[in-house]
């Protein structure tokens, strides 16, 4: 299996994400899946925001485009190659100020690509292009946002990401939060990343269980998987 695994925390090691999203990548490994990681920390890499001579390159036909137009590009060009190449994605990520990083942000505008990451069709329809990718948010929050908390409706992050990556093709996401974490007690904080933990080890496992019935194929999945677990 082939994993587009993107790091998004300012933390650096001191992230959950971060440390959620590794926790996940050894239960996949001790479930014996072959893994080929393709990493990216958007902190250090981080994706040009969106100008204006990119917005007129990428809705300018290819065989349209001038060199500069194709040097504007080719970052978003790699990176939507990346994205594309994978198996399977395992985003990780803190909630700021009740949405996502601004690198993170920007990595989503750079591979939202008329195109390539998503298409027309003849009836004028767009269809997403990551159909078949299973695909993992661990996120983290610092609050705690579940339904009947005072902040349950400041969560501008799941909505978020369910939109931006059902429009490229992941139709069904499913969602896992690791909360509180910042603004609790220590024991509110621990049974917060427990759960966290082992709802990653059922994804993990589940994730086996599909790629051990398909080992040499890279079969469509029409229960495409996208689990958040979201601030830090």
């Given at each position: 299996?082939?994993?587009?695994?993107?790091?998004?925390?300012?933390?650096?090691?001191?992230?959950?994400?971060?440390?959620?999203?590794?926790y996940?990548?050894?239960?996949?490994?001790?479930?014996?899946?072959?893994?080929?990681?393709?990493?990216?920390?958007?902190?250090?890499?981080?994706?040009?925001?969106v100008?204006?001579?990119?917005?007129?390159?990428?809705?300018?036909?290819?065989?349209?485009?001038?060199?500069?137009?194709?040097?504007?590009?080719?970052?978003?060009?790699?990176?939507?190659?990346?994205?594309?190449?994978?198996?399977?994605?395992?985003?990780?990520?803190?909630?700021?100020?009740?949405?996502?990083?601004?690198?993170?942000?920007?990595y989503?505008?750079?591979?939202?690509?008329?195109?390539?990451?998503?298409?027309?069709?003849?009836?004028?329809?767009?269809?997403?292009?990551?159909?078949?990718?299973?695909?993992?948010?661990?996120?983290?929050?610092?609050?705690d946002?579940?339904a009947?908390?005072?902040?349950?409706?400041?969560?501008a992050?799941t909505?978020?990401?369910?939109?931006?990556?059902?429009?490229?093709?992941?139709?069904?996401?499913?969602?896992?939060?690791?909360?509180?974490?910042?603004?609790?007690?220590?024991?509110?904080?621990?049974?917060?990343?427990?759960?966290?933990?082992?709802e990653?080890?059922?994804?993990?496992?589940?994730?086996?269980?599909?790629?051990?019935?398909?080992?040499?194929?890279r079969?469509?999945?029409?229960?495409?998987?996208?689990?958040?677990?979201?601030?830090?």
């Amino acid at each position: 299996m082939k994993i587009m695994h993107v790091d998004a925390s300012a933390k650096r090691e001191r992230s959950n994400s971060r440390a959620l999203s590794r926790y996940f990548l050894e239960r996949l490994r001790e479930e014996r899946v072959d893994l080929e990681v393709d990493y990216l920390d958007v902190t250090v890499d981080t994706p040009p925001h969106v100008t204006e001579a990119f917005a007129i390159a990428t809705y300018t036909p290819a065989h349209e485009r001038t060199a500069a137009m194709k040097a504007t590009l080719a970052a978003s060009d790699a990176l939507c190659e990346r994205l594309l190449a994978a198996d399977a994605l395992v985003f990780a990520m803190p909630m700021y100020n009740w949405s996502m990083p601004s690198a993170f942000k920007a990595y989503i505008d750079s591979v939202t690509r008329t195109g390539l990451t998503y298409v027309h069709s003849e009836d004028g329809h767009t269809v997403g292009q990551l159909v078949r990718h299973r695909a993992l948010f661990i996120t983290s929050r610092g609050a705690d946002l579940r339904a009947g908390s005072p902040y349950e409706s400041m969560d501008a992050l799941t909505p978020a990401l369910k939109a931006a990556f059902g429009f490229l093709g992941v139709a069904s996401p499913t969602f896992v939060d690791a909360q509180p974490l910042q603004f609790a007690n220590l024991q509110a904080r621990a049974d917060a990343l427990e759960r966290a933990r082992m709802e990653l080890a059922e994804v993990a496992a589940n994730w086996a269980k599909q790629v051990h019935a398909t080992p040499h194929a890279r079969a469509a999945d029409p229960n495409n998987e996208v689990m958040t677990l979201c601030q830090e």
